[in-house]
């Protein structure tokens, strides 16, 4: 149970474009999402935290407005790449709570070409 | 601020050896611990975690983790590696004055050989 699903998996852009990258919780209803950011062999960096129905608390130095998310419904949070360059192209993966843990999507790997 | 130390960036070991993959914390209150496994471009895997009660912790794929208060570790361990278990290894604390987001630690390789 409490399984993520995130899509896609990869995808490549072109510069300039938007990129919207899903996470839906299958069994379970994530009233709290979390999206992560990690470059390659290294740590997971917090980008934000996402709650149904509010406005996503963004980490310091994240790009509010170049990193768009929504948890409009409690099976469903989206993390919109904004006018991509390729500084962006990374591995992003969503967590949601469950219980005292956290499952976690697949990831997502974004390539800015 | 809650945080997390690992203090190796690689771990070799030869399969059929134990291995253990180390964790510090710094926590104030009770620590919420938790370690994770990632294989290349996929998402993390939940091993086990430390919330309150025994010390010794018995998670996934066999792996164990011992939650030690005076030495504030919290190392992954497994009596027998396989090759299979070559992956990313992450440890990770809950910060509950932030809204309980995960923090790690800074990833371990485990390369286990043949």
């Known amino acids: 149970g409490a399984v993520v699903s995130q899509h896609p998996s990869w995808v490549i852009c072109k510069s300039g474009t938007s990129v919207k990258i899903e996470c839906r919780s299958l069994d379970f209803q994530a009233t709290t999402m979390f999206w992560y950011r990690q470059f390659p062999k290294q740590s997971l960096m917090l980008m934000a935290t996402s709650n149904e129905g509010s406005k996503a608390t963004y980490e310091q130095g994240v790009e509010k407005d170049k990193f768009l998310i929504n948890h409009a419904s409690l099976t469903l949070s989206t993390l919109t790449v904004t006018s991509a360059h390729p500084e962006d192209s990374s591995f992003y993966i969503c967590s949601a709570r469950v219980n005292r843990g956290y499952t976690f999507g697949s990831g997502t790997r974004l390539t800015v070409v | 601020a809650q945080s997390v130390a690992q203090p190796e960036d690689q771990v070799n070991v030869a399969e059929g050896n134990p291995l253990t993959v180390k964790c510090t914390y710094s926590v104030s209150g009770n620590p919420y611990l938790f370690w994770y496994v990632q294989y290349p471009n996929r998402g993390l895997q939940f091993l086990l975690k430390y919330i309150t009660g025994d010390n010794l912790v018995k998670g996934s794929y066999g792996f164990e983790a011992e939650f030690n208060k005076s030495q504030t570790s919290f190392h992954l361990k497994k009596p027998s590696a396989l090759v299979s278990d070559s992956a990313l290894y992450f440890c990770?604390?809950?910060?509950?004055?932030?809204?309980?987001?995960?923090?790690f630690g800074q990833g371990t390789e485990l390369s286990v050989k043949p």
């Open positions: 990770a604390v809950r910060d509950d004055n932030q809204g309980g987001k995960l923090i």
